[in-house]
């Protein structure tokens, strides 16, 4: 299937798993969020969109497709396999409301109840990062283009107590 048409499928199936889980009416909503927001728009995270492959610093091959930011909602689905099988996969839901632009995750296709509002954007260096301190993990998504092919996403936080950092290196694919 041709990457376009691989896109629209995707952001058909997204629309419709959205379309049951209600977004926040406010960023007032996010648990946790901070008191100040940098200014930005949901327009400025447009160098998500694509497909993009690699690897992640638990050795699985990871899948992320980003859809455009158009509307004020834009969606990406994520997948991770080791050996041939799916171990993991999310649905992620980025919205600019009031002002405000806010993650919400939904990981194995469950809404998950923590929001994470953007709480830094570098638009020159292409880096944006969402956080959520009361959650375990992670507690910060971090988004950097660091070449026009590469894209890494770092997820930051505690696991069983500890602190947990887990890595993708993706590269811009067809």
């Known amino acids: 299937m041709p990457a376009r048409l691989r896109t629209l499928h995707l952001c058909t199936l997204l629309a419709s798993l959205f379309a049951c889980c209600p977004l926040p009416h406010s960023a007032a909503e996010s648990a946790g969020a901070p008191s100040e927001k940098p200014a930005a728009t949901l327009a400025q995270l447009a160098f998500l969109t694509g497909t993009w492959r690699g690897t ?3 050795g699985a091959t990871a899948e992320e497709i980003f859809s455009s930011p158009e509307g004020g909602v834009m969606l990406s689905a994520g997948r991770e396999f080791k050996n041939g099988r799916c171990i993991f996969f999310d649905l992620v839901a980025f919205t600019e409301q009031h002002g405000a632009v806010t993650l919400i995750p939904h990981p194995n296709g469950k809404r998950s109840p923590r929001t994470f ?3 830094s954007l570098d638009a020159a260096a292409k880096r944006a990062r969402f956080e959520n301190p009361e959650h375990d993990f992670p507690k910060s998504f971090t988004y950097e283009l660091v070449a026009p092919d590469h894209l890494r996403i770092i997820l ?5 107590g500890r602190p947990f950092t887990e890595t993708f290196d993706l590269r811009r694919s067809p």
């Open 56 to 58: 992640s610093s638990s």
């Open 117 to 119: 509002p953007l709480v």
């Open 156 to 160: 930051a936080g505690d696991r069983q």
